[in-house]
């Protein structure tokens, strides 16, 4: 019994480590920012809160007509065979014409409908924009950590070329360390210049440089194999590397800055303290994109505007038919009561005592019928034709659209296809550089290549891994697009 408890316990322990790991993954994924920017954002809030005001119109349209009552009072008693008059009452209550209120409710439907969509749209963009604008903190992300790995690569030339310039005669026996062949692998100098970045440097955790295939230095060569001669050259070679570094120095500093308007943007879309920090995964990684052109085209049709305008349409349906029915006869029934005094008792009629005698003073009660007779009919077809009008608008409206987000679709993924190849023409380009590179600083290591293809090969690798980085932040921002116009993840 006593080890069952300890089993179930250490279970519950697990489970609750288990769901605080979760939960500590799920505030830096994008799902949790896209359902806090869902529960916080203004403007989507405000088109829900104009949805439920349109719902308060359903009841309001199907209601009946206020009754009307009127109350007249003689001044002066109004003599009358059956007594002196003193007051009229009259109750009445108007009905439309049968369906005029079943219409009625329906066009308010349709409205709150719209209204409904109109907040599906505001939130469709709103996903959108915080997608995009996290592929974009992420791509900064990958800038930085690549640009931070390269200046350590020019850091140990530095350091190659210093010895060299020392000991322009002797064995250096420096070791190159190649660069890093994951474009998302940490690097050591994020440390120090991601401390400003709001959840950046803990997020990378930089460490050094990967040390694979280190290049032994060997006898190497005089300084004159540099590009010049003596120390003079070894020199120039220092303070060369020092401008590579101070200009990817100040690079850094611009993705900084950068990084710290995105995250300004990216808070605001999510209605918080705009100097919060944003955490965003360690590597840019690819989504995947596997749907046929026939899935996307008949997903399209459950995009908001879509069914918007399809609201639209059948709300001037219901309002067409109810013009028709507001153009028949209305009907009321009511009732009229009317307060009498008894006359005097003197009357030289014969033929009229006993009557009079028997209603002298007895209230009248009159039951009405009221009709309206809608003779003016320029107006009720001026009304039908307007709605039928609005109807065609509609139509021709969502026709517009649908061809809008057709031609949207096609550019989207013509921009993803091209996006895909540059991430792998990048790639490739990369993996041959880096190739070049490993090569090229042996070359350098045995004097027999100069620091300006060495700078140059750096350069390269430093230009393609930053181009892939945007490629696939581009990538992934298209499929982002391609979710906003069918208005549902593909994941």
Not at 228 to 251: C, K, M, Y
Not at 318 to 338: H, N, R, T, V
Not at 428 to 444: D, G, M, N, P, V
């Amino acid at each position: 019994m006593k080890n069952k408890i300890i089993k179930y316990s250490l279970m519950w322990i697990a489970l609750w480590f288990s769901s605080i790991t979760i939960y500590a993954s799920e505030t830096d994924s994008l799902t949790y920012y896209l359902r806090m920017a869902a529960q916080n954002n203004p403007q989507v809030k405000a088109a829900f809160a104009g949805y439920k005001a349109s719902l308060e119109r359903i009841p309001q349209a199907g209601a009946y007509a206020d009754p009307e009552l009127e109350i007249g009072y003689f001044l002066e008693p109004m003599e009358t065979l059956m007594g002196k008059q003193k007051a009229d009452l009259t109750l009445m209550q108007m009905f439309p014409w049968f369906g005029t209120q079943k219409a009625a409710r329906t066009e308010a439907a349709e409205m709150a409908r719209m209204k409904y969509e109109e907040f599906r749209d505001s939130q469709n963009n709103l996903y959108y924009s915080v997608k995009s604008q996290w592929y974009q903190l992420c791509n900064l992300n990958e800038q930085y950590k690549n640009t931070a790995a390269n200046i350590e690569l020019l850091k140990q030339l530095e350091q190659l070329a210093i010895r060299r310039f020392s000991a322009p005669g002797s064995s250096a026996g420096v070791t190159v360390r190649q660069p890093v062949v994951s474009a998302g692998q940490n690097v050591s100098a994020a440390s120090s210049g991601m401390s400003g970045m709001s959840g950046m440097a803990t997020s990378s955790n930089v460490g050094t440089v990967s040390t694979t295939q280190p290049v032994s230095g060997g006898t190497m060569a005089p300084m004159a194999s540099m590009g010049s001669n003596g120390a003079t050259g070894g020199l120039s070679d220092v303070l060369r590397i020092q401008l590579e570094i101070s200009e990817l120095e100040n690079a850094l500093q611009t993705i900084h800055s950068n990084r710290i308007a995105a995250e300004a943007a990216f808070n605001a879309l999510l209605n918080r303290n705009q100097q919060l920090p944003v955490a965003v995964p360690d590597t840019l990684i690819q989504r995947t994109y596997m749907y046929t052109d026939q899935a996307v085209t008949d997903s399209l049709f459950s995009n908001p505007m879509l069914s918007m305008i399809d609201a639209e349409k059948r709300a001037y349906k219901a309002k067409a038919e109810m013009d028709k029915k507001m153009s028949y006869p209305m009907f009321g029934i009511g009732l009229q009561y009317s307060i009498l005094g008894k006359t005097s008792s003197g009357s030289s009629d014969m033929n009229t005592a006993v009557p009079m005698n028997s209603m002298n003073g007895k209230d009248m009660i009159m039951p009405m019928v009221k009709i309206s007779i809608p003779i003016f009919r320029k107006k009720y077809n001026a009304q039908q034709r307007e709605s039928a009008y609005y109807r065609q608008a509609s139509e021709l409206k969502y026709a517009d659209i649908l061809n809008i987000m057709m031609s949207d679709y096609s550019a989207l993924k013509q921009q993803l296809e091209e996006a895909s190849r540059k991430i792998t023409l990048y790639e490739k380009q990369y993996q041959l550089s880096l190739s070049t590179y490993h090569l090229i600083t042996r070359e350098f290591s045995a004097g027999s290549a100069t620091l300006t293809d060495v700078i140059g090969v750096e350069r390269q690798l430093l230009d393609y891994r930053l181009k892939k980085s945007e490629a696939v932040a581009d990538y992934n921002t298209r499929v982002a697009g391609i979710e906003k116009l069918i208005a549902r993840s593909l994941e």
